[in-house]
C-alpha cells in the first residue's frame, strides 16, 4: 500500500499562513491524482484541493484564491500552501489518492485569536 504522511501543521492568528507538506512512499502514487482532506469536529471529511498528475489543481470555493496545492514528484511530496488563514480553517488535514479509503494521522490546523 502507499503511506502519506502529513506534517506542518500548528497554531496561527486569523490572516497567517501555514504550508503543509505530505510525503509519500510505495510504487506508483506519482501518476495519482491526490488531494488534500480536512475535518473538524462534528463534521464529515471534506476535500479541499486536488490536483492531477500533470499538474491541474482544482479547489472548494471555500479555499480557492486562498490555498495552492502543488506537487513534486522527483521528491516524492505534496505541498498545500494556505494562506490568508481563517478561524474555519481549523481541521485535521489530511493528504490521500482522490477516492482512496485509507487515512493517515493528518496534521492539526488551528486558526484563532
Known amino acids: 500500500q502507499v503511506q502519506f504522511v502529513e506534517s506542518g501543521g500548528g497554531s496561527v492568528q486569523p490572516g497567517g499562513s501555514l504550508r503543509l507538506s505530505c510525503a509519500a512512499s510505495g510504487s506508483a502514487w506519482t501518476i495519482y491524482t491526490m488531494a488534500w482532506y480536512r475535518q473538524s469536529p462534528g463534521n464529515p471529511r471534506e476535500w479541499v484541493a486536488y490536483i492531477f498528475s500533470g499538474g491541474d489543481a482544482y479547489y472548494s470555493a471555500s479555499v480557492k484564491g486562498r490555498f495552492t496545492i502543488s506537487r513534486d514528484n522527483d521528491k516524492n511530496l505534496v505541498y498545500l500552501q494556505m494562506n490568508d488563514l481563517k478561524p474555519e480553517d481549523t481541521a485535521v488535514y489530511y493528504c490521500?489518492?482522490?477516492?482512496?479509503?485509507?487515512w493517515g494521522q493528518g496534521t492539526q490546523v488551528t486558526v484563532s485569536s
Open positions: 490521500n489518492r482522490w477516492g482512496s479509503d485509507g
